[in-house]
C-alpha cells in the first residue's frame, strides 16, 4: 500500500513530498540514498555496519548509515501520532522513497485496510507519542508527516 508523505525542515519550513510503501517484507524501515542527497538530509553513521541479506540468506550489502527523523502521522480517521524514527539508508528500487517495514509494522499494529487503501491507528503503543522538547533535540532536520493513505500508481 501506497502512501505520500510531506517532509518539512524544521529551520525552513520548506516542504518535500516522498512516497512511501508499506512492506512487510522489508526487516526494518528504509529510505533511499538518492532521496537523501536531493533533500539534504543528514546521515549517521551504523557501526559495525548491518549486513543486508536475501532472502536465500546472502549477503547483498551493508548498512552503513540511518537517518532519525520526526514522523507525525494521521491517520484515514484523522488521529494525529506523532514519534521520532530512524530509517536504514538502503538503495530503494521502483517508485518509493522510502519503505515503512515490518519493524514499524510490528511496534504500531494498526488496522489496515488493504482493499480500502486505510490505515487506523486503534491499538498502537502510546510511547511512540513525543513532546515538542523531544522534537527540538533532534537536531537540524525534522520530518513530519501527514501519512494520508493515498492510492499512488
Known amino acids: 500500500m501506497g502512501m505520500r508523505l510531506t517532509l518539512p525542515d524544521i529551520n525552513t519550513r520548506h516542504s518535500t513530498t516522498a512516497l512511501a510503501l508499506l512492506d512487510l517484507g522489508c526487516t526494518r524501515s528504509s529510505i533511499d540514498?538518492?532521496?537523501?542527497?536531493?533533500?539534504?538530509?543528514?546521515?549517521?553513521?551504523?557501526?559495525?555496519?548491518?549486513?543486508?541479506?536475501?532472502?536465500?540468506?546472502?549477503?547483498?550489502?551493508?548498512?552503513?548509515?540511518?537517518?532519525?527523523?520526526?514522523?507525525?502521522?494521521?491517520?484515514?480517521?484523522?488521529?494525529?501520532?506523532?514519534?521520532?524514527l530512524e530509517l536504514q539508508v538502503v538503495k530503494l528500487s521502483g517508485l518509493y522513497n522510502i519503505f515503512i517495514g515490518y519493524d514499524w509494522l510490528e511496534r504500531h499494529n494498526p488496522v489496515i485496510d488493504w482493499t480500502q487503501q486505510r490505515l487506523i491507528f486503534a491499538r498502537g503503543p502510546d510511547t511512540c507519542n513525543i513532546s515538542d522538547k523531544e522534537i527540538k533535540n533532534i537536531g537540524t532536520y525534522s520530518w513530519s508527516n501527514d501519512f494520508s493513505v493515498v492510492p499512488v500508481g
Open 33 to 84: 540514498p538518492t532521496f537523501i542527497r536531493i533533500n539534504n538530509l543528514r546521515t549517521k553513521p551504523v557501526e559495525p555496519p548491518i549486513p543486508v541479506r536475501n532472502g536465500n540468506g546472502t549477503i547483498n550489502g551493508y548498512v552503513k548509515e540511518y537517518v532519525e527523523v520526526e514522523v507525525g502521522i494521521t491517520d484515514s480517521d484523522g488521529t494525529p501520532h506523532r514519534e521520532l
